[in-house]
């Protein structure tokens, strides 16, 4: 069945790059998401890629794909102590009615 | 900017009772989620609604559960009969297209099966 996978916590210093990996099984994405859960919040939608694109930038964040290795990573330029947070990978499968399936979240620490 | 508002925050409730979960959906939008998060564990769908009618299921969605849009605003989660595995953080989405990149998520009911 579908799976992401995603490790589970990164630390870095502020000011630095963050860097949060995700692999994903199935073929069929059609989209691939980020969402950040701040504590006590709901899930926030950060950005997305369709699924035949390779990369996509948005202010202080890029993301990657590589569909042939099905790897997403989000990069966070000069990470702030705001971006500590969960961060989940999620996709969208063909065929469905939009719903989505999450990895377990990379828990982001930024020290300051 | 426009939000999805889930109550309660937090509900405890005995195991075999009945809890209802309350979401009230963007105004405009169309399509209606349920999802919930175990603690530790993956945030995991369980349910579609759309056009009044359910358009999708997971297999955690079982006899134990139904949606309901009962008065064109609110999206209820019924739980018939709580167990502890129950337990875990709901979040209600809701979207205008049946694209996930428009969905817009509640801040979540936590319940707590004792």
């Known amino acids: 069945g579908e799976d992401v996978e995603q490790s589970l916590f990164l630390s870095v210093r502020e000011g630095d790059s963050s860097v949060i990996n995700c692999t994903y099984t199935?073929?069929?994405?059609?989209?691939l998401y980020w969402y950040k859960q701040e504590p006590g919040a709901g899930l926030q939608l950060l950005t997305y890629i369709f699924s035949n694109m390779d990369m996509k930038q948005d202010q202080r964040l890029t993301v990657l794909l590589n569909k042939k290795d099905k790897h997403l990573s989000l990069r966070i330029a000069d990470t702030q102590t705001g971006d500590s947070a969960i961060y989940f990978c999620a996709e969208s499968i063909e065929g469905s009615q939009g719903n989505l399936i999450f990895g377990k979240g990379t828990k982001l620490s930024v020290k300051p | 900017e426009p939000e999805v508002t889930q109550t309660p925050s937090h509900q405890v409730t005995q195991m075999g009772q009945e809890v209802i979960l309350r979401c009230v959906p963007i105004s405009n939008h169309l399509y209606f989620y349920w999802y919930r998060q175990i603690l530790g564990q993956k945030v995991e769908f369980l349910v579609s609604?759309?056009?009044?009618?359910?358009?999708?299921k997971s297999e955690i969605f079982d006899d134990q559960f139904s949606v309901e849009r009962p008065d064109g605003s609110n999206f209820t989660l019924k739980i018939r009969s709580t167990k502890l595995e129950d337990s875990a953080m709901y979040f209600c989405?809701?979207?205008?297209?049946?694209?996930?990149?428009?969905?817009?998520f509640g801040s979540g009911t936590r319940l707590t099966v004792v």
């Open positions: 609604f759309y056009n009044n009618e359910i358009s999708e």
């Open positions: 199935d073929s069929s994405s059609t989209y």
């Open positions: 989405a809701s979207s205008p297209t049946y694209q996930a990149y428009g969905y817009t």
